[in-house]
């Protein structure tokens, strides 16, 4: 019974690591996300490209690589001929290129925040670890009484 519960709580450490969440949470975003991209390529985006182009429909363009010729995808597909559906293949590099556009600056704005919190952590300076020497400007520490450079006893009063 021991092993169970250290497998069980091996796997609960595992699974409350903030990165294995902060995955998990991203996959499920970006799949949600993919649909609205695909979308936004699909319904808005194509159109507008084929409107620029007279009406080509690339999700339409295919090459029958058995040599036929078919009016239609559907009609290639439905003979069974081997097709390769190059249109599908554009749309699916424009939903690439907007993917990575957003995500650019999400995570740009993301790291724009970040830096606003970091900022005043890094500021704060930290207290001093040592003081220079009097007499022969080395750097020592604040503790000691004796330059370890030129062995000059250090006063009190440039312990400050």
Do not use: W
Request: hydrophobic content about 45%; proline content about 4%.
């Amino acid at each position: 019974m021991a092993k169970g519960k250290g497998i069980r709580s091996e796997f609960k450490e595992f699974i409350m690591r903030g990165n294995v969440i902060d995955l998990a949470v991203g996959v499920i975003i970006g799949g949600a996300f993919q649909a609205i991209v695909n979308s936004l390529v699909n319904d808005i985006i194509m159109p507008v490209i084929s409107l620029i182009t007279k009406g080509i429909d690339f999700s339409s363009k295919f090459i029958a690589l058995d040599g036929g010729d078919y009016a239609t995808l559907a009609e290639a597909q439905e003979k069974g001929a081997a097709v390769l559906t190059y249109g599908n293949f554009i749309a699916a590099i424009i939903n690439f290129v907007i993917m990575a556009f957003v995500i650019f600056f999400i995570v740009k704005a993301i790291n724009k925040a970040a830096n606003k919190v970091k900022k005043p952590e890094e500021e704060a300076e930290e207290a001093p670890t040592t003081k220079e020497c009097p007499f022969c400007k080395s750097e020592i520490a604040l503790e000691a009484t004796r330059c370890p450079h030129c062995t000059s006893e250090i006063p009190e009063e440039s312990a400050e």
